[in-house]
């Protein structure tokens, strides 16, 4: 009988074995017992201090944040460890001495892992990285690294294995590649587009520049016929300019090379100076231009030029898609917290509702019926909006189709 003495003066708790034997006489009466004790508290001290290191040992391995199982050679499940249980929604009754391929549905049969445990890890005793994918049952497609360790316990041959699950970072690289992959794609394809775009102007600058020279006449008086070949080859050329102008901005734009040269500019110096430059136009189309302007917004920090080229590219398309009877176009400016807001508005033949999400995408023109009419190239709203955007403010429009359209948008008053 085990026997336990607690807390002696000399010792604290002592351990003992004992036994008591019964001593028969020669009519087989028992006439004396002996008492024999045997102290164990060496051995005892012993045991409870190997059993709270492997306590301890098991809350190692449990608080692990990677699963790990410990395998005998024949591929059975000694122990695994809590981790290993939440991320393969297994329990312990299904895992625990359990052959590793058998546990659960067999999500674990899986030739890679035979191949690791029955012929890698026997010829060594460590095995590093050794990548797996499959698809889990309950969890879906994993990448895991798995690494393994070929250990001796009570002289039989066990095996460590920890389950290194890369699933996420794995998905993150490919997402990397890919962004690394389309920015350099889209680098390329702006270098490209500004190194042509130079070597286009200059070629359309001399047929421009002799178009105009022939229609001035002073070097010969051209026929009707010759006359309106001239003027059409100066209106393509100067339309091919336009638009390499604006493929050239916009390639700089998103290669990031467009520069703002910020200076102070008044607001209603800015829209006088661009319903100006359409006056003539409009008063050709029957447009009545209006302004309304906020008298608490005057200057902003803004670079003037492109401030201009907004509020002129969208005026231009107010007047281009007017109505034929003519209407009005509107400039409106007001404070609005820390930012100026101007809008353009006109009664032209407005925008379809479907068609709004399209309306800021290069080379997208809405209707190819009216654009033939009108003219353009579809780049001039794209451009628009990524020069707003480069002030830090923002463009949106609201448009009834055939009532009008109010393009309205934001520049911040100090940067
Ligand atoms: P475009 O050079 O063709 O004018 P934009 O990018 O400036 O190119 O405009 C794209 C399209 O948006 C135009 O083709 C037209 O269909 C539509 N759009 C732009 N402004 C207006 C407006 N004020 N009223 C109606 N439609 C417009």
């Known amino acids: 009988m085990p026997f336990e003495f607690p807390d002696q003066p000399w ?5 003992w074995d004992w036994t008591l034997t019964p001593v028969k006489d020669a009519g087989g009466r028992v006439d004396r017992l002996v008492l024999s004790r045997m102290d164990t508290t060496e051995r005892v001290l012993r045991e409870q201090a190997i059993q709270k290191a492997l306590t301890y040992a098991e809350s190692i391995v449990d608080t692990i944040p990677e699963p790990l199982l410990i395998l005998d050679s024949n591929q059975r499940v000694k122990t695994a460890n809590h981790a290993f249980y939440k ?5 312990i009754e299904e895992t625990k001495d359990r052959l590793l391929y058998d546990i659960g549905n067999r999500p ?5 892992l035979r191949e690791l445990l029955e012929e890698v890890i026997p010829k060594n005793s460590h095995v590093k990285d050794f ?6 049952p309950n969890i879906g497609r994993k990448t895991v690294l798995l690494n393994a360790s070929r250990f001796q316990q009570d002289a039989a041959d066990m095996i460590l294995l920890a389950i290194d699950d890369i699933t996420q970072f794995k998905k993150a690289e490919e997402i990397r590649l890919e962004n690394e992959r389309l920015i350099s794609a889209n680098k390329a394809r702006s270098e490209f587009l500004s190194i042509m775009s130079h070597e286009l102007r200059t070629p359309l600058t001399s047929v421009i520049g002799y178009s105009i020279l022939l229609r001035e006449q002073e070097l010969g008086k051209l026929n009707k016929k010759q006359e309106f070949y001239v003027d059409s080859v100066l209106a393509n050329g100067k339309h091919l300019l336009s638009l390499i102008n604006s493929l050239l901005d916009l390639a700089k734009m998103e290669a990031g090379k467009l520069e703002l040269v910020v200076e102070n500019v008044s607001v209603p110096e800015i829209i006088s100076d661009s319903l100006n430059l ?3 136009k409009a008063r050709i189309q029957h447009i009545v231009l ?3 302007l906020d008298p608490a917004l005057n200057v902003i920090e803004a670079d003037r030029q492109k401030f201009k080229q907004i509020l002129f590219n969208l005026l231009s398309n107010a007047l281009k898609f007017s109505k034929e009877e003519g209407g009005i176009i509107k400039v409106s400016a007001k404070k609005e917290g820390g930012m100026a807001k101007i809008s353009v508005s006109d009664t032209g033949i407005g925008i379809r509702e479907e068609d709004i999400p399209r309306l800021f995408r290069k080379f997208e023109q809405l209707d190819s019926g009216i654009t033939r009419k009108y003219g353009g190239t579809g780049l001039g709203l794209a451009i628009t909006k990524q020069l707003v955007e480069l002030h830090g403010g923002n463009i949106t429009v609201e448009s009834r189709y055939g009532e009008g359209s109010t393009f309205t948008f934001s520049l911040p008053i100090a940067r």
Not at 87 to 91: A, D, E, Y
Not at 108 to 112: A, H, T
């Open 108 to 112: 674990w049969d899986i030739p890679k």
């Open 131 to 136: 990548e797996v994918e499959h698809v889990f």
């Open 278 to 280: 359409i006056k003539e």
């Open 11 to 15: 010792r604290g708790t002592t351990y």
């Open 87 to 91: 991320m393969f929604k297994v329990s």
């Open 290 to 292: 209006k302004k309304d």
